[in-house]
């Protein structure tokens, strides 16, 4: 690990402020940050942690929605009773996702920030363009399994990991920030991740140091919820796919899909094909796929886990 500097914020003004010296990155649960830092794939010169300056409370809004604090952990999020009775899709997304003990650490800001678990991404050996811009993509000819079918480039075939971020996407999220200068604003989930094409390196459309404060979830919508997850062990494993479904009685839904590209997958044109079926919508959502040899049974498994939910919760 590199050496860096340190500094505890104690108001969100001051951390705000701390961004703008060189080198500075915002520290939460480190549950990934530290990581990084240990294998020297991220390199902060300043740290800024921010475990106290609030944020980490789940209050209503005057919607009937939900601002979710950017601290709030992640087991106390899946815990919490108006999330499980209106959002049982992000409290079932969030308990299928790593273990009990990253799940106490783990920040709501950190989960949707976190990196991707491509091998060749962490093997600081190997050529890797999101790592070291310019420097080719081991994976496109290399072990590509748990990786990208759709909406990768030339560049970079890496998905992202979250669980929780499919949930978000369904839910139509939507992500406030506070800039270095105090300006805040609003991103909808739909617009807060980048696809890869020549710039993998740049993940989200946050500006340089802008801080992540919390995440309103809409008024609920009803219906029924439903996060499924299919990957090669029971537990502590990324999803190969997930699907994150919300199912009404008129036969519509919303249905985001992970493992499969740089951010959550989803369609709302495809969404149109929900009630005709599962074949039409996934042929739809995954049009433009550019599968490996090693992972286009990712294809075929979209359709039959979405097959499997709209059987089993419209019988």
């Known amino acids: 690990m590199k050496p860096f500097t340190y500094e505890r914020a104690e108001t969100l003004a001051q951390a705000a402020a701390a961004a703008s010296k060189p080198g500075a990155k915002f520290l939460a649960g480190g549950t990934n940050l530290l990581d990084l830092m240990k294998l020297q794939i991220e390199t902060p010169t300043h740290l800024i942690d921010i475990g106290r300056i609030g944020l980490d409370k789940i209050e209503p809004t005057p919607d009937g929605g939900l601002r979710i604090g950017a601290l ?11 999330v499980r009775t209106d959002y049982a899709i992000l409290s079932r997304a969030l308990l299928a996702g790593a273990s009990g003990q990253l799940r106490n650490k783990a920040t709501t800001s950190g989960n949707l920030l976190q990196r991707t678990r491509c091998p060749y991404f962490y093997d600081t050996n190997q050529p890797c363009n999101k790592r070291s811009p310019g420097s080719g993509c081991s994976a496109i000819a290399g072990f590509s399994r748990q990786l990208a079918v759709i909406g990768s480039s030339d560049a970079c075939i890496a998905t992202h990991p979250s669980d929780m971020a499919v949930a978000m996407m369904a839910l139509d999220a939507v992500i406030e920030t506070v800039k270095p200068d105090g300006k805040t604003r609003q991103i909808p989930i739909s617009q807060f991740y980048r696809l890869p094409g020549k710039t ?24 029924i919820h439903v996060y499924h997850k299919v990957r090669d062990r029971a537990s502590y494993a990324f999803a190969l796919v997930s699907v994150g ?25 495809a969404e149109k094909l929900i009630p005709i079926g599962a074949k039409e919508f996934a042929s739809r959502l995954l049009e433009g796929a550019r599968p490996t040899q090693e992972n286009a049974f990712k294809l075929a498994l979209v359709e039959r886990t979405i097959e499997g939910i709209l059987t089993e919760n419209r019988s």
């Open 72 to 82: 709030v952990r992640n087991t106390d999020l899946a815990a919490d009773a108006r």
């Open 245 to 269: 479904a919300i199912l009404f009685k008129d036969g519509s839904g919303r249905i985001a899909v992970g493992g499969v590209a740089p951010r959550p997958w989803r369609n709302a044109s």
């Open 200 to 223: 993998p390196h740049l993940e989200t459309t946050l500006e340089k140091n802008e801080l992540i404060t919390s995440v309103i979830l809409p008024a609920p919508v009803g219906g």
